[in-house]
């Protein structure tokens, strides 16, 4: 099995985020992915890590992909589904780029934690600098490769910043495990700077989160 994942990334044009989503799962960990597109994190974690790999994506296209490609990965809604889902089924839970999309932000992230033993959340920073820019100068919704849309045809219906993100694992009495800001080019911002650095410079956030009594050492500065 390789270890490698830079070098995967570097080679196969993988989304550069997916290698730090990667990179906070155990191999062999049994893994839920939620929103999963067409599979390709899942597929990065089945080759890379050996994890036991299930999937859950809204479009009927990503599934078929998903299924063509050889994961288990069923249509689903974030929203209504992971209800379902028993307590502790999977080691690991992801939502990737897809919790500003869901209608109920802080209902998906407790069941994600209670189904999960620990979740992992990547999400673009609606509080990067440059957007502050575009608001401020141009009077209009802004606009950047991880936040692509106009304001009239986006999927995205809850915008939120890093420090919004922090504030809302306190209000879940969740526990931030590790966590980093990107840039542009999926490289980490400043990795020990204070959050509201991050809140200003990263393009996205990602968190890997456990709930309280069963963290193993937290990283990260937020105040």
Same mark, same amino acid.
């Given at each position: ?54 999937? &859950? ?17 069923? /249509? ?17 839970? &992801? ?31 609606? =509080?990067?600098? @440059? ?31 890093? @420090? ?11 526990? &931030? ?7 542009? =080019? ?17 393009? /996205? ?19």
């Amino acid at each position: 099995m390789k270890t490698d994942l830079t070098m995967t990334v570097a080679s196969g044009g993988v989304r550069p985020d997916y290698l730090h989503v990667a990179g906070m799962i155990e191999p062999g960990s049994k893994v839920l992915d939620v929103g999963c597109g067409d599979g390709e994190l899942l597929k990065l974690l089945r080759d890379e890590k050996g994890v036991d790999g299930r999937g &859950i994506e809204l479009s009927r296209e990503g599934v078929n992909d998903c299924v063509a490609a050889g994961l288990a990965v069923i /249509q689903g809604d974030a929203d209504t589904d992971l209800a379902f889902y028993p307590d502790d089924s999977f080691d690991v839970v &992801i939502l990737s780029q897809t919790i500003q999309a869901t209608r109920a932000p802080r209902v998906v992230l407790e069941h994600m934690l209670r189904i999960g033993r620990r979740a992992i959340v990547s999400f673009p920073n609606f =509080g990067h600098w @440059r957007l502050r820019m575009q608001l401020l100068t141009r009077g209009r919704m802004p606009a950047s490769e991880n936040l692509p849309y106009r304001w009239y045809d986006t999927p995205n219906i809850h915008f939120c910043t890093i @420090r919004d993100f922090v504030d809302l694992v306190r209000e879940v009495d969740a526990v &931030i495990e590790r966590s980093t800001a990107l840039d542009l =080019g999926g490289r980490e911002v400043r990795v020990n700077a204070p959050w509201w650095f991050w809140n200003l410079f990263g393009e /996205q956030g990602v968190f890997k989160l456990s709930r309280k009594g069963r963290a193993g050492g937290a990283e990260g500065s937020f105040g």
